[in-house]
């Protein structure tokens, strides 16, 4: 029932800021929502997670301290903020839907994935 739309990406030169948002048809208050990335030729990773709640966050290391997570369920909307970026995040990033964010990291209990929003850094 859930279907979720990302939006934001774009091209930014190192050290630059992006917002990422993943908007929601449905009730996204009931889900976790993970932030994931796939860069051509290479696995997809998960970057980030927010609980249901948004009590919690979870973020892989290589991002710790440089992008922060957020949900606004009144607007029905998750959002990613990037900072100091490096080429090295460039990528397609996803949003999707869980129960919990336990295994956020691989994203094998996650659904209801949107389409991508394409994010380049490079100067």
């Known amino acids: 029932q859930l279907q979720l739309v990302e939006s934001g990406g774009g091209l930014v030169q190192p050290g630059g800021s992006l917002r990422l948002s993943c908007a929601a048809s449905g009730f996204m208050e009931r889900y976790a929502i993970g932030w994931f990335r796939q860069a051509p030729g290479k696995e997809r990773e998960g970057v980030s997670c927010?609980?249901?709640?948004?009590?919690?966050?979870n973020y892989v290391g290589s991002v710790k301290g440089r992008f922060i997570v957020s949900r606004d369920n009144a607007k029905n909307t998750v959002y990613l903020q990037m900072n100091s970026l490096k080429p090295e995040d460039t990528g397609v990033y996803y949003c999707?839907?869980?129960?919990?964010?336990?295994?956020?990291?691989?994203?094998?209990?996650?659904?209801?994935w949107g389409q991508g929003t394409q994010v380049t850094v490079s100067s």
């Open positions: 999707a839907a869980a129960v919990y964010c336990l295994d956020y990291v691989s994203g094998g209990s996650f659904g209801s």
């Open positions: 927010i609980t249901s709640s948004g009590g919690h966050t």
